[in-house]
Structures are given as C-alpha cells and as structure tokens.
C-alpha cells in the first residue's frame, strides 16, 4: 500500500485516522464504539487507520495487548506497527527546544491549586492560567527552582481559536498559555498528540466528545508548528444509568467482563451497531466490513448513548 504522497519534492504521509488509547486498563464499551465509530469515519473517507498507545500516563501491564486483542475481536484492523508515545520522547523535547528557542514558552513553577486560587481575566474559562509565571524575572526564576522544577508551558499569541467538527460545526475555545512539558518532564497530552498526528499524516481526529474543549488548544498548537489542523470528529460518549461517564464501578462493561457474564462479542458488536441506528433488534452478524456501505454520518446520534447492560 502507498502510504505517502509528494508535496514540494518531499515525501508526506498519505491521510489518515486513528484510535489512540491510553494504556490503562481493558477498554470499554464506550471507547469500542468511539473506535468502531474512527475506524469507519477513516475506511468511508478512504483515509489510513492507524493505532497509538498514549502511554505517557500510568499504565497498566498487558493492558496494551488486551485492547488491542479487543480490537481485533471487534473485526478493526489497522495499518502496522502500533505507535507508542514512549519510543518518541526525543522527538517531543526537540520541538519544546524549537519552541523555546523560538521565545514561544517559559517556565511556570505554579501548582494546581494556585492557578485555581489565583484572580483570572474577566470571561476567562474556569482553570485558565492566569500568566503569574510568563514575566518572571531570572532571579525569580532561580529563586523558584529551589522549591520545585518547572513546567513549560507555551506562550499563546491568542486567547481563541476555531476547529472546524464534522458534527459540532465550527467550534470555538479558549487558548491559554498551556502546558507542554509537566514539571517531572513528561511531555503533555496536547503537545505529543499534535506532534504525532503532524508526524503521522493523521488529518482525521475522531474521539469522544468530552475532549472537544482541548481541540481548539491543539489545532492552534499545529498551526504554530506550522501543520494544518486536523478535521475533528467529536462523537457522544457512553453514559451509565445516571448519566455519568461509563467506568469500571459499573460492572459488566468490558469485552471481557461481558464474556465472562455470558455475552458474546458478537452482542456486543450488534448492541453497539444499534446504539448507532445502524442495524435492528436481533441483527447480530454485522461486521465493521458490513457496516461500512451503511454509514451515514449525517445520521448518527447527538445525544449520549445510556448503557444499561447488553
């Protein structure tokens, strides 16, 4: 398979979707469907699809390979090898040192709290940071790294930016002065998820809707680096009985969990379709494959999914 093109002499990834789990656990139903839901928005767009491990966080051991034979169950496939964040550190530090070198960060020696407690803009969202780091002085800035590392966070020119969500419309979120290298020096989700997309060819992000208010960070991030932001997906997620976020506490909400209360994945696989509106009652031999002809996106849900057992 052709997996790049040619723009201006040099070679470039071909386009391409994703799933990207973080490690941490088995999957759940909800973040099967999210990937049923990538890896259709990908095959119907004639795009790549493609896997990475965000495992930059806690992990659990073996949780990789249990999703992805999760995923594999689920009939997804996807273009080899898996990515995993952890082979690529050097890769994020030396767009920190561009970025520095560029005078776009500074060091913020803030805790969380103290940016909650601390006065904000007028209209700022809640939890913006307020700049108390941005101007420090370099006496102050020695001075604070005797009580604790710094993170770096990136010098936002903006207070705002646009994404363009193929469900949402046009969507527009704040842009503070963001963090992109924690204190402990683990790059940040929203710089090593721009960084790997970029890298990657992944113009197609589809990912649940809780993370919408993130993207607006991100695509302006991609722009400063000077890629073109991805097209955005933010599907609805999957709700327990109470309408909170599905977890682990709610019982039977993995494959395996699910198996071992007697369902098979093929149940599964026709629960989650029907949650979709794309198959009935009792259709219970549709295949990601099969699905594929059926896809409308224009006809999926807006609303969550109340999962209360298969």
Not at 46 to 56: A, I, Q, T, V
Not at 201 to 223: K, N
Request: charged share 25%; glycine share 6%.
């Amino acid at each position: 398979m052709d997996t790049s093109r040619v723009r201006h002499g040099l070679s470039v990834p071909s386009p391409a979707g994703r799933f990207a789990p973080s490690p941490s656990g088995d999957l759940h139903i909800g973040n099967l469907r999210t990937a049923l839901l990538a890896w259709l928005f990908a095959r119907t767009t004639n795009r790549r699809f493609l896997l990475r491990m965000e495992d930059l966080d806690r992990t659990a051991i073996g949780s990789d390979q249990r999703q992805i034979d999760d995923l594999h169950s689920l009939g997804l496939d996807w273009e080899p090898p898996v990515t995993y964040q952890t082979t690529r550190l050097p890769i994020y530090d030396d767009v920190v040192a561009r970025l520095t070198t560029d005078d776009r960060t500074f060091e913020c020696f803030c805790t969380r709290r103290e940016i909650l407690d601390a006065p904000t803009a007028p209209h700022a969202p809640p939890g913006a940071y307020p700049g108390t780091c941005a101007n420090l002085t370099v006496a102050q800035r020695n001075e604070r790294r005797e009580v604790r590392p710094p993170a770096i966070r990136l010098r936002s020119d903006v207070t705002e930016f646009t994404i363009s969500d193929e469900l949402h419309g046009e969507y527009a979120g704040a842009v503070d002065d963001f963090v992109i290298r924690r204190n402990d020096g683990t790059p940040a989700y929203n710089l090593a998820v721009v960084v790997d997309d970029a890298a990657f060819g992944i113009d197609q992000v589809v990912r649940g809707d809780d993370l919408i208010s993130s993207a607006p960070r991100q695509a302006y991030l991609a722009s400063l680096l000077g890629h073109r932001p991805p097209t955005y997906v933010h599907v609805p997620m999957v709700l327990n009985a109470k309408g909170i976020r599905l977890s682990k506490r709610d019982g039977a909400v993995t494959l395996a969990d699910l198996r071992d209360a007697g369902t098979p994945t093929t149940k599964v696989l026709a629960a989650i379709w029907q949650s979709l509106g794309m198959a009935r009652p009792g259709d219970d031999a549709l295949s990601p494959s099969d699905a594929v002809s059926r896809f409308d996106p224009s006809r999926l849900p807006r609303g969550p999914w109340i999962f209360d057992g298969v």
